[in-house]
Each structure stands twice: as structure tokens, then as C-alpha cells.
């Protein structure tokens, strides 16, 4: 394993720093990134498990609220379930997805009558952008899991 170290720089002063949030030079460090991969692109529970149990290790930066469930969205990035997307369109909205599609994760408001406005202006900006929306399917969810924040 290779790994590559740098040194802090000092802060630029204020007359050499570049417009903008980021300043040249400013230290940065972040809260916590955690990689685990499957080199061969292979499906595997082992690995998927491995990768839930690696998120309990970062409650350490503040992740989770006092009431103990209470998160700040940390999560899995994982491969496309292409051939479960494909069940669903064709089962919720009747449709076959072509060779190249996209998902999009949307959280609405709780409210219906403003969660319909914002689907529709999803909608409309997405038809200006030449796409077609297949349908929205709303996702299972267990809110008893969830903290009360």
C-alpha cells in the first residue's frame, strides 16, 4: 500500500488569497471518509455487511445526534440494481427503460399538496432538459428507526 503525506501549508495572507471559500494554502481537514471495495465488480454480502458495520465506526465526529438515531445522512454509495430498476419501471409505470437511464433520490416536503409542486417542477425541468420522467415510486421506509430530531 502506497500512501502520500503533505504538510500543512500557512495560511496565505489576506492580500494573496483568492476570492472565494477555498483559500490557498488553508489547512482543511475533513470529518471521516471510509472506502471498501470489490476490486472484480462482483456482488457480496460479505463486503456489504462490512461496509454498514465501517458507519458504526464513525460516530466519533458527531454523526449522531444525543437521542442516539438521530444521523446527519451518512451512508452507502453503492452499484446500480440495474435488473431491479428494470422489474420496477415495468411493474409500478409499465415501461422498459432504455440502454442508458438515471435515478434520482428526491426527498419531498411532508406535506402533499407542496410535495406535488415539487414533483411537478422536477417534472417540467427535467422535460426542458429533453428527458422523459418514467414515473416516482416512493421508497419503503421504516421511520421507528428514526430519532425524534
Known amino acids: 500500500m502506497n500512501a502520500l503525506h503533505t504538510q500543512p501549508q500557512k495560511k496565505a495572507s489576506r492580500s494573496t488569497q483568492s476570492p472565494g471559500l477555498h483559500q490557498k494554502g488553508e489547512f482543511r481537514d475533513n470529518c471521516g471518509f471510509g472506502l471498501i471495495a470489490q476490486m472484480h465488480g462482483e456482488p457480496s454480502h460479505h463486503l456489504l455487511k462490512t461496509a454498514i458495520q ?3 465506526c464513525m460516530t466519533h465526529r458527531g454523526g449522531i445526534a444525543s437521542d442516539g438515531k438521530t444521523g446527519d445522512g451518512c451512508g452507502l454509495l453503492i452499484k446500480k440494481p440495474d435488473s431491479f430498476l428494470r422489474q420496477i419501471a415495468q411493474q409500478l ?3 422498459t427503460l ?3 437511464y438515471a435515478v434520482g433520490m428526491i ?3 411532508q406535506d402533499a ?3 406535488q ?3 411537478q417542477t422536477l417534472d417540467q425541468q427535467i422535460h426542458a432538459q429533453g428527458l422523459e420522467v418514467v414515473g416516482w415510486r416512493t421508497v419503503p ?3 421507528s428507526v428514526c430519532g425524534e430530531i
Do not use: I, M, Q, Y
Open 54 to 56: 465501517s458507519l458504526t
Open 93 to 95: 409505470f409499465n415501461a
Open 98 to 100: 432504455n440502454e442508458r
Open 107 to 109: 426527498f419531498l416536503p
Open 113 to 115: 399538496v407542496r410535495a
Open 117 to 119: 409542486k415539487a414533483r
Open 141 to 143: 421506509t421504516d421511520p
